[in-house]
């Protein structure tokens, strides 16, 4: 059985940081691309970031978080990661990671195979 579990999140402030962490189990995670999606209330959820197999492997952001967020992956540990810098109000959302057995880059929900079930990040003014 498959599980990804999400943690990491909670309230922060406008400009401050979080780290969120999914773990992986029941795959062979080093076989997958990660990536992270975030749903927002009362909007669809949207792609934020992949990563490819490897530990320190190809990354690919949203534009809306390029140059913010930052997702990494440690096969060893079966986790990924997301670092998330100067966060913005809008970064608000329940934050889900996601594993793709395709290699290849993708950014559409359906594409990936297994999910989390999210972790909520809250940014305040």
């Known amino acids: 059985q498959v599980q990804l579990v999400e943690s990491g999140g909670g309230l922060v402030q406008a400009g401050g940081s979080l780290r969120l962490s999914c773990t992986a189990s029941g795959l062979a995670f080093s076989s997958y691309y990660m990536a992270w999606f975030r749903q927002a209330p009362g909007k669809e959820r949207e792609f934020v970031a992949t990563?490819?197999?490897?530990?320190?492997?190809?990354?690919y952001y949203a534009d809306a978080v390029k140059g913010r967020f930052t997702i990494s992956r440690v096969n060893a540990k079966n986790t990924v990661f997301l670092q998330m810098n100067s966060l913005k109000l809008e970064d608000t959302a329940v934050y889900y990671c996601?594993?793709?057995?395709?290699?290849?880059?993708?950014?559409?929900?359906?594409?990936?195979?297994?999910w989390g079930q999210g972790t909520q990040v809250t940014v305040s003014s």
């Open positions: 990563i490819s197999w490897r530990t320190g492997g190809t990354t």
């Open positions: 996601a594993a793709d057995r395709a290699a290849v880059v993708q950014t559409r929900e359906y594409e990936y195979d297994y």
